[in-house]
């Protein structure tokens, strides 16, 4: 599961004194045509992501998409570099995308108004160099951590707090990724907010976090320059890769403002973390939306047994008065409504699933009902366990 990237950069082109990134071109070892060539994908166009967007398009990097699902609110504006009072109400990630190309007309922007814990398939990340996390909480780092894993591309996340923050380098082909160092602490409240029994709502209450656009605008800045730097190494002409100091998977650089201080740590593989799946397995690409296929037909197409999922399904509403009433609704997408019974208001309680079998009533669905994003990367399993990774993309040809 190679990730589309552009071919190396073998000399330099010189640049002119009056042309655009003359600037930074004169700095020794640089390259403007890795980065003009370079697709960059930023998860979350929040304050932090303001900055790491706004520092790309200075840069000149050829190619950006930004994923966020939420809208702006007056509070965005004191620290989000691309956002007017004019644009409250306005998706994010559509705002953002029109500023960066008022700030860089050449720039290719792909705005993505989605949620990435549940509408973002890992063939969409396969088609960028590296991604950028910009996000605010554990449960969209653990999925943006799987997802790239699965589309085999690195990513960097970055985190704020009022007065700290920090940047870590994951590259899960080669080193310890996001998962493997999550504190029990972390476990905890990933569990607490994917819980089955916490409605869709509740779930996507982001976190309020106390912070200044100074904070952000520094992280964002140690981002963008380890983001330059792991180009350069990869893209860059031989001889100048070298110049180029990078972190290694699981580095995290710390800063703080009070007291002064910055910091680099490293963390160890966990040897038993679930994100590093086994590669041996076979690889199969099937041409085809979500909304296209149902279970049934991807199991009997593939000879495989069923579909297992990263979350649960509700297969029924049972209400102890009125009886059970059969549904399928991902786990995401339960409301508060869904868990009162709409006869007798008693609460109902959910029976759950997220393996779905060759002939079960949900097998007629198709892999949209179940909630699979286009572009997913599907496990699909045989009643004795062997297993196939199934890539829902453009081709339509088996790799083995
Ligand atoms: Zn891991
Ligand atoms: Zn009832």
Request: glycine share 4%.
């Amino acid at each position: 599961m190679i990730a589309q990237s552009p071919e190396p950069v073998t000399s330099f082109r010189p640049i002119a004194s009056n042309e655009r990134f003359s600037r930074q071109s004169q700095i020794h070892g640089w390259s403007q045509e890795v980065l003009s060539r370079a697709k960059l994908l930023v998860a979350g166009c929040g304050a932090l992501g303001n900055e790491t967007l706004k520092n790309l398009a200075l840069l000149g990097i050829g190619t950006v998409g930004m994923i966020d699902f939420d809208s702006i609110e007056v509070i965005n504006l004191s620290r989000s570099v691309l956002f007017r009072k004019t644009d409250v109400g306005q998706p994010k990630a559509h705002v953002a995308a029109s500023r960066l190309a008022e700030i860089h007309p050449e720039m290719q922007v792909t705005p993505m108004h989605l949620d990435l814990t549940s509408e973002l398939g890992a063939g969409t990340i396969s088609d960028y160099d590296l991604v950028l996390g910009c996000l605010d909480n554990i449960e969209a780092r653990w999925h943006l951590n799987r997802l790239c894993h699965a589309a085999s591309v690195p990513w960097i996340d970055a985190g704020i707090e009022a007065s700290a923050g920090q940047i870590a380098y994951f590259d899960a082909l080669n080193g310890p990724c996001y998962e493997c160092s999550m504190s029990s602490s972390m476990w905890q409240r990933l569990n607490e907010r994917r819980s089955c029994l916490l409605p869709a709502q509740q779930r996507a209450v982001p976190r309020n976090i106390a912070t200044t656009s100074i904070i952000s605008s520094l992280v964002a800045a140690l981002q963008v320059q380890e983001a330059v730097s792991q180009l350069h190494h990869r893209f860059a002409p031989p001889q100048t890769q070298s110049k180029w100091s990078v972190l290694r998977s699981g580095d995290r650089i710390t800063t703080r403002l009070a007291p002064y201080s910055i910091s680099v740590l490293h963390s160890r593989r966990n040897d038993v973390c679930l994100a590093h799946h086994d590669t041996s397995i076979a690889i199969f690409d099937l041409e085809v939306s979500p909304s296209q296929i149902s279970v049934e037909q991807i199991l009997t197409y593939t000879n495989m047994d069923a579909v297992e999922l990263d979350w649960d399904i509700a297969i029924a509403l049972e209400c102890p008065t009125c009886g059970t009433n059969p549904v399928c609704l991902p786990s995401f997408r339960v409301v508060a409504s869904d868990l009162n019974c709409p006869v007798c208001c008693d609460p109902r309680r959910p029976e759950w699933q997220s393996r779905i079998t060759r002939g079960s009533r949900l097998a007629t669905r198709t892999l949209a009902d179940l909630g699979i994003p286009p572009r997913s990367y599907l496990s699909l399993v045989t009643n004795n366990e062997h297993r196939l990774h199934c890539r829902l993309q453009k081709t339509n040809r088996m790799r083995a």
